[in-house]
C-alpha cells in the first residue's frame, strides 16, 4: 500500500484573470505533520478548498488515499476532517449540537463521539452553550472538535489557533501531535504563527503568489534557520559565479547589491574566503549569523511577505 496519502500534480486554478494556485505539484506522505506557509492571499485556502471538494482546480490532478477519479475523490473525502477560513457552526444551536450534527453528516455511527471529542478540545463545561454566544476562541476550538467527529485519517486546518490564548495554543498543538501519533492523522495545517507551526509540523511547504517555492523537512528548515554566512564584496555576480561553481549545492540569495546570505552550510566559509580571494574579489565581510524562521519565511517570499 503507497505511504502517499495526498498527490497533486500540475494542479492550477483561476479565477478569471486571477491565477490563484499555479502548477502545484505535492506529495504527503501518511502520518506526518505538514505546516502550510505562505503570505495573505498565497493560495493556501484555495488548496484546501479543491483537496476537501469544495472548489474545483481549473486543471490538473488530485490522488488522495490512492483514488483519482471522481467518485473514488468523493468516496475519499469522507475520510477527511477540515477547517477551512473557520468553522462553520449554526449560531442559534449549541456547541454540543453542532458538533452533533457534523457527526450525523459524516456518517459516524459512534454516538460517544461527539462528546469525546467536546472533550479532547477542552469545551465540555461549554456544551450546553449556543455558539453564536461562544468566545472567538471557543469557535476555532469548536471547528476543530467538528473536524474530528469523523474520526478522519487526513485532517485539514486553515488557521487554528486564530484567536487562542498561548495556554489553547499549547492544548491544541498538544492534542494535534497526540491524534498524529496515536490516530495515525496526517494533519496539514497553515497559520501566520510561524513560530507555533515550527513547534508542531514535521514538514513544511512554502507557497508564494499560487506557486510552491519550497518544501523542507523539519530538520532540513533548522539547518536553513540556524544560521548562514553573510558575504559582502566589491562583485556579487562574480561571487554568485563562484557559488554556482563550487558549491553548486547550497542556497543563497541576493539581499543587497554588495551582499549574498548563504544558507545551511557554514563550514563552508574558509573554502569560500580562499575562492573569492583568488579570484581577486575584495571582500568586506564573512561572517556567521543566525536566522530566524521568520526571517527565511521572508527571504524565500523574496522580501514581500505579510504573515
Same mark, same amino acid.
Given at each position: 500500500?503507497?505511504d ?11 479565477? !478569471?484573470?486571477?491565477l490563484?494556485?499555479?502548477?502545484v505539484?505535492?506529495?504527503l506522505?501518511?502520518n506526518r505533520i505538514?505546516g502550510?506557509?505562505?503570505e ?11 483537496i476537501?471538494g469544495?472548489?474545483?482546480p481549473?486543471s490538473?490532478?488530485?490522488t ?10 468523493a468516496r475519499k473525502?469522507k475520510? *477527511?476532517?477540515?477547517?477551512i477560513?473557520g468553522?462553520?457552526? =449554526?449560531?442559534? =444551536?449549541t456547541?454540543?449540537?453542532?458538533v452533533e ?8 455511527p459512534?454516538?460517544s ?8 478540545v477542552d ?5 450546553k ?5 461562544l468566545?472567538?476562541?471557543m469557535?476555532q476550538? *469548536?471547528g476543530v472538535?467538528?473536524a &474530528?467527529?469523523g474520526?478522519?485519517?487526513f *485532517?485539514?486546518?486553515?488557521?487554528p489557533?486564530?484567536? &487562542?490564548?498561548?495556554i489553547n495554543?499549547i492544548?491544541?498543538?498538544?492534542m494535534?501531535?497526540?491524534?498524529n501519533?496515536?490516530?495515525e492523522c496526517?494533519?496539514f495545517?497553515s497559520?501566520?504563527? *510561524?513560530?507555533?507551526l515550527?513547534?508542531?509540523a514535521?514538514?513544511?511547504i512554502?507557497? !508564494? ?5 519550497e518544501t523542507?523537512?523539519?530538520e532540513e ?18 561571487t554568485?559565479?563562484?557559488l ?7 542556497t =543563497?540569495k541576493?539581499?543587497?547589491d554588495d551582499?549574498v546570505?548563504v !544558507?545551511?552550510?557554514t563550514?563552508i566559509?574558509?573554502?569560500l ?5 583568488e579570484?581577486g574579489i575584495v ?6 549569523k543566525?536566522l ?7 527571504s524565500?517570499?523574496g522580501?514581500?511577505?505579510n504573515?
Open positions: 500500500m503507497s502517499i496519502i495526498l498527490e497533486t500534480n500540475h494542479l492550477t486554478k483561476r479565477f !478569471h484573470q486571477n490563484a494556485l499555479n502548477d505539484s505535492i506529495k506522505e501518511k505538514y502550510f506557509i505562505g495573505n492571499g498565497a493560495g493556501k485556502s484555495t488548496f484546501m478548498k479543491i476537501a469544495l472548489s474545483f481549473t490538473g490532478d488530485i488522495l488515499m490512492g483514488e483519482s477519479s471522481a467518485s473514488g475523490l473525502r475520510s *477527511l476532517g477540515t477547517m477560513e468553522p462553520y457552526l =449554526y449560531g442559534n =444551536y456547541l454540543w449540537q453542532n450534527i457534523q457527526r450525523l453528516l459524516v456518517g459516524n459512534d454516538k463521539a461527539t462528546d469525546r471529542v467536546i472533550e479532547l469545551l465540555t463545561d461549554h456544551a452553550k449556543k455558539a453564536k454566544k468566545s472567538m476562541g469557535k476550538r *469548536l472538535a467538528m &474530528l467527529v474520526n478522519p485519517r *485532517l485539514i486546518l486553515d488557521e489557533i486564530n484567536g &487562542l490564548d498561548p495554543i492544548t491544541l498543538r498538544n494535534l501531535k497526540k491524534i501519533e496515536e490516530q496526517t494533519i495545517v497559520s501566520h504563527i *510561524l513560530s507555533e515550527y513547534l508542531l514535521t514538514d513544511f512554502f507557497i !508564494h503568489k499560487g506557486s510552491i517555492v523542507s523537512t523539519h528548515l533548522e539547518e536553513k534557520c540556524s544560521q548562514y554566512i553573510q558575504v559582502k564584496t566589491n562583485n556579487i555576480p562574480e554568485v559565479t563562484i554556482d561553481k563550487y558549491f553548486p549545492d547550497i =543563497y541576493v539581499v543587497a551582499t546570505k !544558507h545551511g552550510k563550514e566559509m574558509s573554502d574566503s580562499r575562492y573569492l580571494m579570484a571582500v568586506y565581510e564573512l561572517s556567521n543566525e530566524s524562521l521568520e526571517e527565511y519565511f521572508v524565500i517570499m522580501g514581500e511577505a504573515a
